[in-house]
């Protein structure tokens, strides 16, 4: 499933409608005074969570959020009509950036909250309320607030389970294929992934979502290649699964495994508190005392940075080879460790 994971908007409230000037006009009161109204408030801008929504491609084709004006005010004191707030929904997680300072305005992550991301203008004043003693016939009113004006940016942040993570072409989204409905597209280049995949696993009586992002190299969390946009990806997954490629013929797997965990410590320390599991993928196209091998100092690498995977398995995403005992680790992990074998 491919999803779009950012929007720009321009966002503007309503404005506050104008108050009236009116005076009272009443058979044998010749000299009524002032009875215009105060303007309506212009409509609110507010974000809703919808839990049904998981992309933000209905905003594919939108460029403006507009709200509509209050009305003016009118005679008899009567107050111009208030406009509705325009509600726009959005997938949980989706996270509003005010576009120009890059400053987050909300987390949309609370379903029951209403976010108020431009605050329509206050109607303006008629002239009734001009009056004073010195002042009886006051003609003046007051034009209503501007509403609020703002461009944000959204940001959808998968809320998968598990993040892979590995080099280019180290197998992420053959993987991705071979354990869920996704259709990643795959290629025997780097970057072929340019955009999250996400795909259900369904194992046990559970299932988990598994989110495909681009390959991370060295320099990722400072912007190189495309890791920085990504890693943002997987900062919400509970579980990271470290993909290394034995075929990698520029870094050998315990230096795949020493940049991409300095690479997520660097971006973002607590992503080494997830829990990690690290697969040795291409496992078929390696022979079992090799695999024995590149295991045992996969464990010495492991020890001497001090991280502690849940799991260190070999596997083939290509064959299918031990993929299910990997996703049946992950599930009875989640669960609780109360899964069947
Ligand atoms: N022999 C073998 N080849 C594999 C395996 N998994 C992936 N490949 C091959 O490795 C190449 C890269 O696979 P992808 O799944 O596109 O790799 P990726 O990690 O998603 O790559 P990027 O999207 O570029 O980061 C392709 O030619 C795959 O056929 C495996 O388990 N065994
Ligand atoms: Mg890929």
């Not at 509705?84 to 987050?104: C, H, M, N, R």
């Not at 002042?135 to 998968?160: F, K, M, V, Y």
């Not at 869920?180 to 996400?198: C, E, H, M, V, W």
Request: net charge negative; hydrophobic share 35%.
């Amino acid at each position: 499933m491919n999803f779009i994971d950012e929007a720009l908007l321009e966002v503007r409230a309503g404005n506050g409608g104008a108050g009236s000037t009116s005076f009272r006009r009443e058979k044998f009161i010749p000299r009524g005074g002032p009875d215009g109204g105060d303007g309506g408030k212009g409509g609110d801008i507010i974000f809703r969570v919808d839990p049904n929504l998981n992309t933000l491609v209905h905003f594919r084709n939108q460029k403006y959020l507009i709200a509509k004006n209050g009305k003016t005010g009118s005679g008899k004191k009567k107050t111009g009509q208030d406009a509705d707030d325009l509600v726009v929904l959005v997938p949980k997680g989706t996270i509003i950036f005010d576009a120009l300072s890059e400053k987050i305005v909300y987390d949309c992550c609370d379903e029951d909250v209403d976010y108020l991301v431009a605050k329509g203008g206050e109607g303006g004043a008629g002239n009734c309320r001009f009056k004073s003693s010195t002042n009886q016939a006051p003609r003046r009113h007051t034009p209503g607030w501007p509403g609020d004006e703002i461009s944000i940016r959204l940001e959808l942040r998968s809320l998968a389970d598990v993040g892979l993570v590995g080099f280019p072409n180290a197998g992420k989204s053959t993987f991705l294929k071979s354990v869920s409905a996704a259709q990643p597209k795959i290629g025997d280049y780097p970057f072929t992934t340019l955009r999250p995949n996400l795909g259900t696993v369904q194992i046990y009586d559970t299932s988990f979502i598994i989110a495909d992002i681009p390959g991370l190299i060295e320099g990722a969390s400072e912007g190189i290649g495309l890791g920085l946009d990504f890693l943002k990806h997987i900062s919400r997954t509970g579980h990271l699964l470290i993909l290394l490629d034995p075929q990698n013929t520029e870094s050998l797997i315990e230096q795949q495994l020493t940049i991409l965990l300095n690479e997520l410590r660097t971006y973002d320390p607590s992503l080494l508190e997830k829990t990690i599991w690290i697969a040795l993928n291409k496992k078929d196209t390696l022979a079992e005392d090799a695999i024995l091998e590149l295991q045992s100092t996969l464990k010495k690498t492991l020890a001497s940075l001090d991280i502690h995977p849940k799991g260190v398995i070999a596997i083939s995403g290509f064959t299918g080879d031990q993929t299910s005992e990997l996703l049946g680790m992950i599930a009875r992990e989640m669960m609780g460790g109360e899964g069947e074998d």
